[in-house]
């Protein structure tokens, strides 16, 4: 049970994706103006366009990762510094632009259903 303060502030959610170019700015876009949400993205290649870092994870309240190998990549890592923390795999291919459609309509779904967001 959350006690009144914890209630107030908002859950810190980061968004995962590759290279932090269409899925994960999508995710950040559509929640980042949800009062109950503070969110953040990044991504684990390399050549990201904004790397997560061990710092963004510390962060995190939730994660969300749209394929099993960002949450693999992720594991690989930053181990220890998510042995705490809740990772949630979203199944969204790479075959979005950045707010196409389709893609925004399925993580309004699939983050709204996870968190017991309306």
Same mark, same amino acid.
């Given at each position: 049970m959350l006690n009144p303060?914890? !209630? *107030? /502030? +908002? &859950? *810190?959610? &980061?968004?995962?994706?590759s290279r932090n170019q269409w899925r994960s700015p999508t995710a950040e876009q559509i929640w980042r103006r949800h009062p109950a949400l503070s969110v953040r993205s990044g991504g684990t290649s390399p050549n990201a366009r904004r790397r997560v870092s061990e710092q963004d994870l510390h962060w995190a309240d939730a994660i969300f990762v749209m394929e099993e190998k960002h949450k693999s990549r992720l594991l690989a890592e930053y181990g220890p510094v998510l042995e705490? *923390?809740? #990772?949630?795999?979203? =199944?969204i291919p790479d075959e979005y632009k950045y707010? =196409? +459609? !389709? $893609?925004v309509? !399925? $993580? !309004?779904? /699939?983050? /709204?259903? #996870? &968190?017991? $967001?309306?």
């Open positions: 303060a914890q !209630e *107030k /502030s +908002p &859950l *810190k959610v &980061l968004f995962v994706c705490q *923390k809740a #990772i949630h795999v979203l =199944d707010m =196409d +459609p !389709e $893609l309509e !399925e $993580l !309004e779904r /699939s983050v /709204s259903a #996870i &968190l017991g $967001l309306g």
